[in-house]
């Protein structure tokens, strides 16, 4: 990870243009390779999805797909700066691409990586000069469908133990209850570093999903101020960073890295906590994983390039 920070950063923004276009096909292709029937040599289904490429390396091209919609979004954003305003020449096209690139997502299926993707991309294209009335017609349109799939097998589950955790602490809100036993359990100072007993067997994924539970109970309220004051430091960065980018794409691109890793942070979290539904969802840099891992360098790496050439312009 560190490797692919450190080349990203030294990677001019003129490639990531270039690349927009063959980087989303790429990534739709692999998408559509994991869930088409008769790939499961390639495409193991594990925990009733398929969301990894097994190709040697285990990997998981819904990471790959949110850099690539902030790429190809920040890049065509640019090219149709002019049509943005217009529904059927300036929003729709984007529609049909994201579409194209989440409806397999979908499939697999991964809820939350596609929601968390496609408003990645929406936050660019808004911040391109999109307008607002574009997105309210997109979440009449789509918000009829996602309440359809809430409210279908284990997602209509989850929100019902979402809405009272402790009568399902035993069943759906197994996962939330623990959660909030092992943040509770921490107080001001933690239990101590690798003192945690939650995840001997009580809260499911504390390496992966619920790692925030765990930095709660062993660093305890110090320590999640510090990881929070960590993250908080980055989006500022982030944030300045495109303030000061030399060209719009830049400056878009910069937008939505950020953006990515702070909507990430904040859903981790707050299902952690109890007041989001369970996402399934890694801490960005710190989450156990290599392809989010890598997905997270790679930007924070394309973040640096962004402000060396903003060194470079002034």
């Keep these: 990870g560190l490797v692919v ?10 490639f990531w243009e270039d690349c927009a276009w063959p980087l989303l096909f790429v990534v739709i292709a692999m998408l559509v390779a994991i869930i088409l029937p008769g790939t499961t040599a390639i495409a193991p289904e594990i925990n009733g999805a398929r969301r990894s490429l097994d190709l040697g390396v285990s990997f998981q091209p819904t990471e790959l797909a949110k850099l690539a919609i902030l790429v190809w979004t920040a890049h065509m954003a640019v090219r149709k700066s002019e049509q943005l305003r217009s529904l059927s020449r300036g929003f729709l ?10 409806t397999p997502i979908l499939l697999q299926p991964d809820l939350s990586t596609a929601f968390v993707a496609g408003l990645c991309g929406a936050v660019v294209l808004f911040a391109a000069g999109g307008r ?5 017609l997109l979440s009449l349109l789509v918000g009829p469908l996602v309440l359809a799939q809430l409210g279908e097998g284990f997602r209509k589950a989850r929100m019902m133990a979402f809405g009272d955790v402790e009568e399902f602490a035993s069943a759906e809100g197994y996962q939330v209850h623990q959660s909030l036993i092992a943040i509770g359990s921490g107080g001001i100072t933690g239990v101590g570093f690798g003192e945690g007993r939650q995840k001997f067997g009580f809260l499911p994924e504390p390496h992966n999903d619920f790692i925030f539970a765990m930095i709660g109970e062993e660093w305890g309220l110090l320590g999640v101020i510090v990881v ?11 944030f300045r960073i495109a303030r000061g980018a030399p060209d719009p794409f830049g400056q878009l691109l910069a937008i939505g890295i950020t ?12 299902v952690g906590l109890g007041v989001v539904p369970p996402t399934g969802l890694s801490l960005p840099l710190v989450s156990y994983g290599r392809s989010n891992l890598l997905v997270s360098m790679t930007g924070v790496g394309m973040l640096l390039s962004i402000g060396r050439s903003m060194r470079g312009s002034s």
């Design 132 to 136: 607002i009335a574009h997105f309210v």
């Design 93 to 102: 096209p984007f529609l049909l691409v994201w579409g194209a690139l989440l």
């Design 5 to 14: 920070l450190w080349a990203c950063s030294r990677i001019p923004l003129g």
């Design 228 to 238: 929070l004051g960590l993250y908080l430091t980055l989006v500022l960065v982030g």
């Design 259 to 270: 953006s990515m890793i702070a909507l990430q942070a904040l859903l981790h979290i707050g």
